[in-house]
């Protein structure tokens, strides 16, 4: 018995890293699974393979389970939704859906070509809309239905050449938030993740420096997609129905709840502001308020557990 049985779930980039891991997951938890995965390669700018997709779902079935591969772009809203009558087809109906799918074109903004940017927006931020447009309605119609969307502390904090893949991943968080706000009355659930992992994308990053070469040797060994995809599962199963529209990351054992952006300072004038005095009494007011401009590391600066 486990905690998705009798449930049906689709992974988008199923075919390696975390993807992987939740798709075979899903399944040992009891969940038939649609496998997808385009099969290309980090930027995006190939064509495609059938292969690792249809090599999860091999997996999956001589391991005793249930599942079915798919190799459409989510960039496709059509092939999207062709993957949810898919999983009707196949499996009766679909409850969940994870979307872990995703690309870099990394680079300094003042660099960044236009395909760059559209490239990386086009699968993570226009992907996580497809993905939970093509199953919103039957989620709904069902009032029955989970959402795990990705994120990345790219967006949440910021890391420098990134610019494209944090704006797309701080998108995705509005978009996961008005989903659960809207879906709360019919059990439609959203909530995303910000993992660290060492997957393929990250060991894409080139490395610079000793210190750079540690730090990713370190991922390697201390955080792994196996132990993203326990929450990512976790998030699918009636016994978190009661959990919507947050902000989790995981880091090697530890699960973190984020905060989500709120007032921390206000300041007022009675007879109003001009630019003189908000330079000279407002900003340093809140000033000791801001918050730096530290990348990842500065907030995370300690080993994974």
């Known amino acids: 018995m486990g905690i998705l049985d009798g449930k049906t779930v689709l992974v988008t980039g199923g075919g390696n890293g975390?993807?992987?891991?939740?798709?075979?997951?899903?399944?040992?938890?009891?969940?038939n699974v649609v496998v997808n995965d385009l099969g290309g390669g980090l930027s995006g700018g190939d064509a495609g393979d059938a292969g690792p997709a249809e090599q999860v779902a091999q997996e999956i079935r001589a391991a005793g389970g249930k599942a079915v591969s798919n190799s459409d772009s989510v960039?496709?809203?059509a092939a999207v939704a062709g993957m949810v009558e898919q999983a009707k087809d196949e499996f009766g109906g679909l409850h969940a859906v994870m979307n872990p799918a995703g690309i870099l074109r990394d680079g300094m903004f003042h660099k960044m070509s236009e395909s760059d940017w559209k490239a990386v927006i086009d699968v993570h931020?226009?992907?996580?809309?497809?993905?939970?447009?093509?199953?919103?309605?039957?989620?709904?119609?069902q009032e029955d239905g989970a959402f795990v969307l990705f994120t990345s502390t790219?967006?949440?904090?910021?890391?420098?050449?990134?610019?494209?893949?944090?704006?797309?991943k701080l998108?995705?968080?509005?978009?996961?938030?008005i989903v659960a706000m809207e879906g709360e009355r019919k059990n439609v659930r959203s909530n995303i993740i910000?993992?660290?992992?060492?997957?393929?994308?990250?060991?894409?990053?080139?490395?610079?420096?000793?210190?750079?070469?540690?730090?990713?040797?370190?991922?390697?060994?201390?955080?792994?997609s196996d132990q993203v995809a326990q929450l990512a599962i976790a998030l699918c199963a009636e016994k978190s129905k009661s959990v919507s529209g947050q902000v989790f990351s995981v880091r090697g054992n530890e699960v973190v709840l984020f905060s989500?952006?709120?007032?921390?300072?206000?300041?007022?004038?009675?007879?109003?502001?001009?630019?003189?005095?908000?330079?000279?009494?407002a900003l340093p007011a809140m000033g000791p308020s801001f918050t730096d401009l530290g990348a990842t590391t500065s907030v995370f600066p300690y080993e994974p557990i």
């Not at 891991?21 to 009891?30: H, P, T």
């Not at 931020?125 to 119609?141: C, D, K």
């Not at 300041?267 to 330079?279: D, K």
Request: charged share 25%; with cysteine; proline share 5%.
């Open 18 to 31: 975390i993807g992987k891991e939740c798709a075979l997951l899903a399944a040992r938890e009891g969940a």
């Open 75 to 77: 960039t496709d809203y």
């Open 125 to 141: 931020l226009h992907g996580s809309f497809n993905v939970t447009r093509a199953a919103i309605e039957l989620f709904r119609e």
């Open 194 to 224: 910000a993992p660290f992992a060492f997957t393929r994308m990250i060991a894409s990053i080139p490395v610079k420096d000793e210190a750079g070469a540690e730090r990713v040797e370190r991922m390697r060994q201390g955080m792994r």
């Open 171 to 177: 998108g995705i968080m509005g978009l996961s938030r």
């Open 154 to 168: 790219s967006g949440l904090i910021g890391n420098i050449g990134q610019a494209n893949y944090a704006a797309a």
């Open 260 to 281: 989500q952006p709120r007032p921390v300072k206000s300041i007022a004038r009675l007879e109003g502001w001009t630019p003189e005095t908000l330079c000279e009494q």
